[in-house]
């Protein structure tokens, strides 16, 4: 059974920083991408970065500059490390695994950024 678990969402002020882990479990090899989405509140799930390998990546508008995507296949692990964070940040922050042409999801970790 795959599943992902993320984990180092929480409180932080404006212009703060958080990072981002996520682990797949389930899965041996292969993954193709891994990613970050976040869905804020009455909004519809954006993506935030993606991540083939650590040099095929692809950011949202948003996140580019001051977000950073990273993988360590072996591990099946991706992080995000989010700089300057604004308080249109804040969302729930989902980890995506898209393996053998199947996206599987975690259950997501709170991002609230508020002084």
């Known amino acids: 059974q795959v599943q992902l678990v993320e984990s180092g969402g929480g409180l932080v002020q404006p212009g703060g920083s958080l990072r981002l882990s996520c682990s797949a479990s389930?899965?041996?090899?292969?993954?193709?991408?891994m990613g970050w989405y976040r869905q804020a509140p009455g909004k519809s799930r954006e993506l935030v970065a993606r991540?083939?390998?650590?040099?095929?990546?692809d950011y949202a508008d948003f996140a580019r500059g001051r977000f950073t995507i990273s993988r360590e296949n072996a591990q099946n692990t991706v992080y995000l490390q989010m700089n300057s964070l604004k308080p249109e940040d804040t969302a729930v922050y989902y980890c995506?695994?898209?393996?053998?042409?199947?996206?599987?999801w975690g259950q997501g970790t709170q991002v609230t950024v508020s002084s």
């Open positions: 991540a083939i390998d650590n040099l095929n990546t």
């Open positions: 995506m695994a898209n393996w053998f042409g199947h996206d599987y």
């Open positions: 389930g899965i041996s090899s292969g993954i193709n991408s």
